[in-house]
């Protein structure tokens, strides 16, 4: 029987990964790249659920 063949293991990189989370209004975005790690805190109207800066009624006046 021969013996196990040893190999290494191909190369792997990290491309991207997120996650996306909704709660009481606001949207939390965190993106984690070999560049860095992004994120944002948006507000959404409660009426039209746009963000305040493109809200189109009157429910996001703030």
């Known amino acids: 029987m021969p013996a196990a063949q040893s190999s290494t ?8 990964v997120g996650t996306i989370s ?3 209004g606001r949207t939390t975005t965190v993106r984690a790249t070999e560049a860095g790690v992004t994120g944002s805190i948006t507000t ?5 659920r746009r963000n305040f800066e493109g809200c189109i009624c009157t429910g996001g006046a703030r």
């Open 44 to 48: 959404v109207c409660p009426t039209c």
């Open 9 to 16: 293991p191909p190369d792997r990189r990290l491309v991207a």
């Open 22 to 24: 909704r709660h009481d």
